[in-house]
């Protein structure tokens, strides 16, 4: 990559994280009422919905505090980032029984838990960060507990009716994928003494159960021993996910000077990227069937924003570690297609949901899946990882 | 409706049922190694999954034993009809409660059981029609039994964990709906005897908690009382869902002769054709919020293939009730747009789920939502409403 377009795009991304998608939702989201944030936001950045998602609470309290820890050390991120730590303590666990809720009501009465537990892993990593920038060993119990409960309740679910019988086992590539973010987060944060473990386990069922070398896919959905199921389900793929969990695995193997590693998240974008992109419109579709054919999800076609922003880190990535100007090609395949379709122009951050052809579907800014994490993140990482390149 | 308009619609709607829908469900979806009907068909009637959806067993049941009652004594029919009826009994309810079950695989293991009872409301109906059909009261038994298990689970569920905490109790369209058209149904298959009070109280309740004179609308959700939850979900309208829900109870005014009901059902067909039809592509959105602010399903503005089913029969319905030229015109407009864009000229039968400007979003025929009953009832009901008003 030429030094020209190097410097553009650290300024690209650092001062959109900074200068945009920061004060747009410092700006609007943070609710000096009842504590905590409120997503739900029009374009403009009117609230339209009170209520507030838990994953969103723990996904923003988190990005504060790694700012806090990675960027500087401005007063108005930490004193943000307790806001938010606050309000999960206060009114995000069921005290019945421990397990975080999913949806609370502006003033935190619960609405909803699920049967997974997520809530639980954006939590630890929110602790995590105010851990380390408190110095504060009562955040970092918390985070330890809650890593913990996400872990416990996802590999042995107490109190929930499961959703499907045992007459066809499943396994999801998102436990062992978020599993290795959220241990990678605590590990930096609190120095998780079982980080490293969790991860080699996580990237090891990755391996033996959803990648297929003769295919040349990763599966986000399979048997219970990896096989391929040869129903909607199972052939549904998620190609943003998988390549999600590619840049996850490149930079545990960067860290840990791993070629295998790398070549291993190399290896599952360029095998997502084939069945992803979008041949007719440009950008990362949500879902394709890994034979072609017509996938039940009505969104299947789609363009989400965080797709985008997991396939704009994981070819960036790939080519700063590689070399490959393959990669170089895509993430400016990528990033230009998102960059002119999802910010903007008139109130700032970024659209979240456009059509196939790239019209918008919907004006919201955010909900209880859009909010600040996906973007910001992309932002973060791609700034640190071109900074670091040209040292 | 001059007379050529009227003969020419008789001939799609009959032509069309008679010669494509039926033939191509009966073709491709009989499964005569396990029973039942298989659904997900790819456009050309490819099965492309196995697995079996308990409300289309039911539909599909359901409704060849309509046509046998009502339109011609054929043999196929009936013995189809018995065939579905067979697998509901064999697989189709769990022995340990009683209830039944959403999905399951093609020699019926189960897969998955929903928290609320609409395969009871679908079977229940198709064993009333083989009731009429055969003289057999075990139908009948079954029919009526079913049909308590869907009011008393619905009324007051047992053995599940409900989705939401009691925080903000909420009160959906969709089971007075059902209960309206199960029990018109049960009326007429087995002459229930408790269908009109069923039905006089799911009319009250809509009238009571759903309808809203001075917002000129019907909420699809609200509060336990009848209020509007200013909130994603509260605000969510289901425009063809309401416009459904119009044309059952226009239906009983017209069995009836009570002109009350009559305009009941115009008023939420008015109110909810002004809000739901896109002014920009034509056809009906799926979703819209009753403030015009953005809704959170990503499929909000798709064009599906029922909505539109449900708006033609309600216009064709309401103009011949009332001859208001305004429903002649209304019906032109949604029959015009929707044979213009969703027939498969190829393949037969109908796509099922198109963009919002009407572009093709997935070729799927059948899957756990559509199969022969939206559009074959929408054939059956506008042949019928148009020969009797020409008679």
Known sequence: MD?????????????????????????????????GFMMSLDRDGTVIDTDKGVWQQGRFTWLLGELYNNVEQRPEWLE???????????????????????????DGKPIRKRRYAFSESFAAIAFGELAKATGDQRYAERA?????????????PQGTDPKFTDTRPLRGLGFPMITIATAQELRESIDLPEANEWIDRSIDDIRQFHLKEDIQCVMETVGSSGEIIDHFDGRTLNPGHAIEGAWFIMLEGKL???????RTGCQMLDWMWQRGWDPQNGGML???????????????????????????????????????????RWHRMIHDWTYSHFPDADHGEWFGYLHRDGSLSSTL??????????????????WQLLAESSE
């Open 365 to 382: 800014k955010g909900n209880f899946w859009k909010g600040p994490f996906h973007l910001p993140r992309m932002q973060l990482v791609c």
């Open 80 to 106: 943000l980032a307790k806001h938010g730590a606050q309000f999960l303590d206060d009114h995000c666990f069921d005290p019945r029984d421990g397990r975080m809720w999913f949806h609370v009501t502006r």
């Open 256 to 262: 840990r000077g791993d070629g295998e590693l790398i």
């Open 144 to 156: 330890k507990r809650t890593f913990q409960r996400f872990i416990d309740h996802n590999l042995d």
């Open 286 to 328: 949500y879902f394709v069937d890994v034979n072609g054919l017509p996938v039940q999800e009505y969104w299947h076609d789609m363009k989400f924003w965080w797709p985008q922003n997991e396939s704009i880190i994981a070819t960036l990535c790939a080519s700063l570690l590689t070399s490959d100007p393959k990669y170089e």
């Open 3 to 35: 030094e020209i377009r190097r410097s553009k795009l650290i300024s690209t991304y650092r001062d959109g994280l900074l200068e945009d998608t920061l004060p747009f939702w410092i700006k609007h989201c943070v609710d000096r009422e009842h504590g």
